[in-house]
Nanobody
Framework: QVHLVESGGGLVQAGGSLRLSCVISGNTDRIYAVGWFRQAPGKEREFVSS????????YYDDSVKGRFTISKDNAENTVYLQMTSLKSEDTALYYCTKRDRGASDFDLWGQGTQVTVSS
């Protein structure tokens, strides 16, 4: 059983920064990658960023490229999403998720952490 717990969300002014954390616990042996998705009110959940379990090959949606940085603390099994130059359109509930080796998609989600950017 794997558990994902996000934290770090909050209210920030446009142009500000936040760092989200995702602590992953349990049986992590099969995890291939960890990702961040977000869902704004009235919209579908969308991909933000991902990184392999070994902390390599960060990948970003074009909407956040150059502003967000994903990283992993391998000792703490924690994935971070450093968000800078935040915009009002970044306002959403941010979810952490994982994908197992051999799986085609992300398949387990945390409870989410709310990010609100005021303009």
């Amino acid at each position: 059983q794997v558990h994902l717990v996000e934290s770090g969300g909050g209210l920030v002014q446009a142009g500000g920064s936040l760092r989200l954390s995702c602590v992953i616990s349990g049986n992590t042996d099969r995890i291939y990658a960890v990702g961040w998705f977000r869902q704004a009110p009235g919209k579908e959940r969308e991909f933000v960023s991902s990184i392999t379990w070994t902390g390599n090959y960060p990948y970003y949606d074009d909407s956040v490229k150059g502003r967000f940085t994903i990283s992993k603390d391998n000792a703490e099994n924690t994935v971070y999403l450093q968000m800078t130059s935040l915009k009002s359109e970044d306002t959403a509930l941010y979810y952490c998720t994982k994908r197992d080796r051999g799986a085609s998609d992300f398949d387990l989600w945390g409870q989410g952490t709310q990010v609100t950017v005021s303009s």
